[in-house]
């Protein structure tokens, strides 16, 4: 299994990050900012959900590739 380079491991912590900041900012717009572990878990799913998305799409980009 190949190890990851330190532009994808410093890319995951990018989008882990990024995600996190969405959730803070949602439930303070949304004015409930009552339980920190609500963020890290909209944060979590947030981030598993990316992944799935840039997933299908490295999928399809590389179908298209090979037709």
């Known amino acids: 299994m190949p190890t990851p380079t330190k532009a994808v ?3 995951e912590w990018l989008w882990f990050v990024a995600s996190l900041l969405v959730a ?3 439930f303070w717009w949304a ?3 009552i339980e ?5 878990l909209l944060a979590l799913a947030i981030y598993v959900a990316g992944g799935f ?4 799409w490295w999928a399809v980009k590389n ?3 090979s037709n």
């Not at 998305?53 to 299908?56: A, E, H, N, P, Q």
């Open 36 to 40: 920190p572990i609500l963020v890290l």
């Open 24 to 26: 803070i900012a949602w």
């Open 31 to 33: 004015e409930q900012l």
């Open 53 to 56: 998305v840039r997933l299908t």
């Open 9 to 11: 491991i410093a890319r």
């Open 63 to 65: 179908s298209l590739r």
